[in-house]
């Protein structure tokens, strides 16, 4: 059974807009435009975002275009492609990331 707390946007779910909520959000799909979450993003392998994004905490593993404002913590996974800007308190960049943008740790 899922997790009621947990929102999935499936592989070959495409959403272009403004997502928003209080829940924790796995993509595996794709999302373009806006994201503002009040808890965990994860894109997940194969998931892509291409989305200005607000959130408390972050993870990608997958493909992310786009600027970060992380309350806590983002995490580039191994294998992840980021291209943006990342703002956050702490941010954990794995070995085998790509990252191309700025990162402000000053918040």
Same mark, same amino acid.
């Not at 009621?4 to 796995?26: L, P, Q, Y």
């Not at 806006?34 to 990608?60: D, K, P, R, Y």
């Given at each position: 059974? +899922? ?6 946007? $499936? +592989?070959?779910?495409?959403? =272009?807009? *403004?997502?928003?909520?209080?829940? &924790?959000? =796995? ?9 503002? #979450?009040?808890?965990? #993003? @994860?894109? &997940?392998?194969?998931?892509?975002? /291409? ?6 905490? !972050?993870?990608?593993?997958? !493909? @992310? ?7 806590? %913590?983002?995490? @580039?996974?191994?294998?992840? %492609?980021?291209?943006?800007?990342? *703002?956050?308190? *702490?941010?954990?960049?794995?070995? $085998?990331? *790509?990252?191309?943008? =700025?990162?402000? !740790?000053? /918040?």
């Amino acid at each position: 059974m +899922a997790n009621a707390d947990i929102c999935t946007i $499936g +592989a070959g779910v495409s959403i =272009n807009g *403004r997502v928003t909520g209080s829940t &924790e959000v =796995n993509v595996f799909g794709r999302i373009e435009g806006s994201i503002i #979450l009040e808890n965990h #993003l @994860l894109v &997940e392998e194969g998931g892509e975002v /291409v989305a200005q994004v607000e959130a408390q905490t !972050m993870t990608v593993k997958g !493909m @992310l275009n786009g600027d970060v404002v992380a309350h806590d %913590v983002v995490t @580039l996974a191994a294998g992840s %492609v980021v291209t943006g800007n990342i *703002r956050a308190p *702490r941010i954990i960049i794995e070995e $085998g990331a *790509r990252f191309k943008g =700025n990162i402000d !740790m000053d /918040v």
